[in-house]
């Protein structure tokens, strides 16, 4: 079993920052896939950004805003958020991907088979 848990969240105005972490426990390793998603009221869950070792992946709209990275001695996986937009308004989810014969960093929610509660991101205009 894996546990992820977010943390981070809040409201800030248009062109600030914020920090989201995600801590994993249980059967979790440095050669796993960690990704974040989000979610707006009425929309589909889209991909965030996604990491596995030193392989990155960042959605279109975030990219050169977002910055994914991982501290695997403490398990936490972090999403540095700058320059926030109106349209960045979601919850943002953390997940995990734990299949051990894939070197994958899959953009799908399908392919993850762990995930976070969800922490609330609000950006005003």
């Known amino acids: 079993q894996v546990q992820l848990v977010e943390s981070g969240g809040g409201l800030v105005q248009a062109g600030g920052s914020l920090r989201l972490s995600c801590a994993a426990s249980g059967r979790t390793f440095s050669r796993d896939a960690m990704a974040w998603f989000r979610q707006a009221p009425g929309k589909e869950r889209e991909f965030v950004a996604a990491m596995r070792g030193g392989n990155t992946v960042y959605a279109d709209p975030v990219k050169g805003r977002f910055t994914i990275s991982r501290d695997n001695a403490k398990r936490t996986v972090v999403l540095q958020m700058n320059s926030l937009k109106p349209e960045d308004t979601a919850v943002y989810y953390c997940?995990?991907?734990?299949?051990?014969?894939?070197?994958?960093?899959?953009?799908?929610?399908?392919?993850?088979?762990?995930w976070g509660q969800g922490t609330q991101v609000t950006v005003s205009s």
């Open positions: 997940a995990a991907d734990v299949k051990i014969f894939v070197s994958r960093v899959s953009r799908s929610p399908t392919n993850y088979d762990y």
